[in-house]
C-alpha cells in the first residue's frame, strides 16, 4: 500500500502543478478551482488512500460500483459527486450516498430525485448536464440537456423540494461543432452559466475539463475539473 500511496502523492503533486500553472496562466488564484478525483474502477482502498492524501471530492459514474464503495468509505470526510448518466430506478440508491448529482438533463430525472432526497431527509446538489452537441432542443450522445433547454430545466429543480441548484456540467463532445474544440465548448459551457446566474446567482458551480484538458476548462472558468487517469492512472479495461 505504501508504494500505491507513494504514487497516487506523485500523481495528485502533477496534476496540482498543471491546475497552479493554469490558473497563473488565466490570471485566476488557485482556491478558485476544486479538483474532483474520479476514482471510477478504482477499488475502495485508493479512495482511502486519497483521503489520506488531502482529497476531499471524489467521483463515479455507475451506481453499482459507487454505492458498496461509497459504504466502505462512510468514515471519510469526503463529497460524493455522482457523474454518469442516471437512470430513474438507481435514483434512490444514488440519493443515499451522493452529495452532488452532475448529470440531471431531464424533467423526470429531477421528479425521482427530489423524490428520494425528501424521503431520505436530505439536500442534494444538482448540476445540470449540458450537451454541446446536440441542437438547441435534442439530447446529446452521451445525455445532457441542450442550451435551449436549460432555463426550463433549472427552474424546475430550483423549485423542486429536497434539491439545490448548484451550476452546470458538460463533457468535451465527440462530435459537431465544438468537436476537438475543448477550449471553445467550455467558453460556450461559461457564456451559458453567466446567463443562468442571471437568474439563479447562486447556481455558480461550472464542471469541466478532464485529465487532457483541465488547462483549458481552467482557462474558460471552470469551477470544478474532474480527473481520473491522470491521479489513478490508465484505467483498467472492462469486459
Sequence with gaps: MTDRKDELAANLAKVEQRI?????????????VTLIV????????????????GVRHVAENRDQDAAPKAAECLDLPLIW?????????????????????????????????????????????CLLQVALDAGESAR????????????????????????????????APLTGEYA????????????????????????????????ADLEEAVAAGATHVRVGTAVLGVRPRLG
Excluded: W
Design 140 to 171: 446529446g450522445e452521451r445525455g445532457g440537456v441542450a442550451p435551449g433547454g436549460i432555463e426550463e430545466l433549472a427552474d424546475l429543480v430550483a423549485g423542486a423540494p429536497g434539491l439545490r441548484l448548484d451550476g452546470l456540467m458538460t463533457v
Design 38 to 53: 474520479v476514482t471510477k474502477t478504482y477499488p475502495a482502498s485508493d479512495v482511502r488512500v486519497l483521503s489520506e492524501l
Design 20 to 32: 497552479t500553472a493554469a490558473c497563473v496562466a488565466s490570471g485566476r488564484k488557485r482556491e478558485e
Design 81 to 125: 459527486h455522482f457523474v454518469g448518466q442516471l437512470q430513474t430506478n438507481k435514483v434512490r440508491s444514488v440519493v443515499g450516498y451522493a452529495n452532488v448529482v452532475q448529470s440531471v438533463d431531464r424533467s423526470r430525472l429531477v421528479t425521482a430525485l427530489s423524490k428520494e432526497a425528501v424521503r431520505a431527509g436530505r439536500e442534494l446538489g
Design 180 to 211: 476537438g474544440r475543448q477550449q471553445a465548448a467550455f467558453g460556450r459551457l461559461m457564456d451559458l452559466s453567466t446567463d443562468l446566474r442571471r437568474a439563479h446567482p447562486a447556481a455558480n458551480m461550472v464542471s469541466a475539463g478532464m485529465s
